[in-house]
């Protein structure tokens, strides 16, 4: 019988995985660097610090205080690689602390701490280092109050969040929600080195979208949140109550984004946009209740709410950016 050999170190080194016994007589997989390379950067939520940066770099051209100009390149980068930093550090230290329950969950079972691509040890390590150049990044590149907002967001996430209320409460989303914010509150320290009533308003934005944001994805995965143990609303509670929810911060999310338009700067673009994303975002909230009351709710209607809220974020902070550049504001109309 013909035996084919096998050169290991050529297919490791491809990425594939092979198993190690550690010393606990668990194993783990040993890997090629490309595949530890991408492990690495799938704990840090890579989905996540997208949507996050999404809201970074329009909140940095409409907080410039002459209208219709850019920031600086240098301190966009800064801003923009700073938070994508710390928002993986804060998603790094997260699958650390969640790798037990991350286990028992279909959507999280693949993440590289349960497949062991990558060690606690590692984990932690790689995730004390990503907060702590995010931290000096924002402090050098931008001010010492985007590098304070940096670490904040961090610690928000990580410990009250994860550690305190994720496990504990309902309200988890809700309340954890703020380290979500917090982009928009470092982007406006970047180029104001302050925080002004502009930047509290789209962090209210950010919080009250947050829940009919997750909410429709817990409704979804409720049989893995109630398999970990971890109280979302979406597991705990029926359709008809989650739907309630989704609608009544649906509702509570159009209402500040158009106070915007008050406190200001803001023109029509950015108007029209908040009332017409915010009209729909509503919409597709009371067509979710709808189907909850009538016992029709099924998992692609509430993802299609899901989904629906990420492309209202997207379309609003657009707006955003490109309503410094398009005529007088509001405000200043208003004033004749």
């Not at 988890?172 to 002004?196: E, F, K, T, Y």
């Not at 994805?217 to 008809?240: I, Q, W």
């Amino acid at each position: 019988m013909k035996v084919q050999h096998v050169d290991r170190d050529a297919h490791t080194a491809a990425g594939a995985a092979s198993p190690v016994v550690s010393k606990d007589g668990s194993t783990r997989a040993k890997i090629g660097f490309k595949r530890k390379l991408a492990a690495y950067f799938q704990l840090t939520k890579p989905r996540v610090i997208e949507l996050l940066l999404v809201t970074t770099l329009p909140t940095m051209i409409f907080a410039q205080p002459e209208r219709g100009t850019f920031p600086s390149i240098g301190l966009i980068l800064a801003t923009m690689i700073g938070g994508a930093f710390a928002a993986g550090s804060a998603g790094a230290f997260n699958c650390y602390l969640d790798r037990d329950i991350d286990k028992v969950m279909h959507r999280t079972e693949k993440r590289p701490l349960v497949t062991g691509e990558v060690t606690p040890r590692e984990a932690l390590i790689f995730s004390w280092a990503l907060g702590i150049a995010a931290v000096v990044i924002l402090t050098v590149g931008a001010n010492a109050l985007a590098g304070f907002l940096g670490a904040v967001a961090i610690f928000f996430y990580v410990v009250i969040y994860t550690l305190i209320l994720k496990r504990r409460t309902r309200q988890n989303i809700v309340w954890g929600g703020a380290a979500g914010c917090m982009p928009v509150l470092i982007a406006w320290a970047a180029v104001r080195d302050s925080l002004d009533w502009p930047a509290l308003i789209l962090f209210l934005i950010i919080f009250l979208w947050t829940p009919p944001h997750y909410w429709p994805l817990s409704m979804k995965y409720r049989e893995d949140y109630t398999n970990a143990h971890v109280p979302m609303l979406g597991a705990v509670a029926g359709a008809k109550v989650v739907s309630i929810q989704v609608v009544l911060y649906a509702w509570a999310t159009l209402a500040c984004s158009l106070l915007l338009v008050i406190v200001g700067p803001t023109g029509f673009v950015y108007a029209l946009t908040a009332l017409a994303v915010g009209g729909w975002f509503v919409y597709e909230s009371h067509r979710l209740y709808r189907s909850a009351q009538t016992g029709e709710v099924t998992d692609k209607k509430a993802m299609k709410v899901f989904h629906g809220s990420i492309s209202y974020l997207s379309f609003l902070f657009l707006a955003l950016a490109i309503d410094p550049f398009v005529g007088p504001t509001i405000t200043s109309l208003l004033a004749f």
